[in-house]
């Protein structure tokens, strides 16, 4: 499967403030998608990055809070925006690669604190 | 639509057996199992397709019934890795995109 590198691991911030996610993977993939996990919590999806255009949001998510990028097949950016202490929270890329019915990896993930 | 899993957690000891459970209201496309251990990154486990399918490997394996709603995972002859707690992703179109249950937290006692 392909390697998913996930900068920066952790990161304290204070409110108010935004820190941007990269996600880069290792051989070109069909599919990036990024996911939040509240601590204890399920997977939930933020958004589909798609390659060359706008990303797809889920319910609930928003592109001026969670702007996203995908300039490649290979590399995408998250970016918490105007952050609270309610973003805290780990946030996961994940990667489908090519061919038919592939699963998701996921990268180590963002742990990331607001202040 | 979010899965639901059963049981929420699981306390075991070496050498038992362990069976967990994801339920959908509507037919499914697809269903991955992951594990995740504390701190780490979800690990995928196997993804059924078929109704009727099984498919495992060493003690770890996975059923989805016949009408695609219902996935099960089960874990034999449980080491102290098996430890994490296991989520199933389920799909409905092959967009690739999953919804994950709540998971199911796996622990295993010497």
């Known amino acids: 499967s392909a390697v998913i590198s996930q900068k920066p691991s952790r990161d304290i911030c204070q409110r108010g403030t935004s820190l941007t996610i990269q996600c880069q993977v290792d051989s070109q993939v069909t599919m990036m998608f990024w996911y939040r996990q509240q601590p204890g919590q399920s997977l939930t999806l933020i958004a589909t990055?798609?390659?060359?255009?706008?990303?797809?949001?889920e319910s609930g998510f928003v592109i001026d809070k969670f702007p996203i990028s995908r300039p490649n097949l290979t590399f995408s950016t998250l970016t918490v925006s105007n952050m609270s202490p309610e973003d805290s929270s780990i946030y996961l890329c994940s990667v489908v690669g090519t061919g038919f019915d592939q699963p998701q990896h996921f990268g180590d993930g963002t742990r990331l604190s607001i202040l | 639509q979010q899965p639901v899993q059963s049981p929420q957690a699981v306390i075991l000891r070496e050498g038992e057996d362990a069976v967990i459970n994801c339920s959908s209201s509507?037919?499914?496309?697809?269903v991955h199992w992951y594990r995740q251990k504390h701190g780490e990154a979800p690990v995928f486990l196997m993804i059924l397709l078929k109704g009727g399918e099984q498919k495992g490997h060493d003690k770890i394996s996975a059923s989805f019934n016949e009408k695609k709603q219902q996935s099960s995972l089960y874990l034999t002859a449980s080491q102290l890795s098996y430890s994490g707690t296991y989520f199933c992703?389920?799909?409905?179109?092959?967009?690739?995109?999953?919804?994950f249950g709540d998971g199911t937290t796996l622990t295993v006692k010497p």
């Open positions: 509507k037919a499914l496309y697809s």
């Open positions: 990055a798609n390659q060359g255009s706008e990303a797809t949001y």
């Open positions: 992703g389920t799909s409905n179109t092959n967009a690739g995109k999953s919804t």
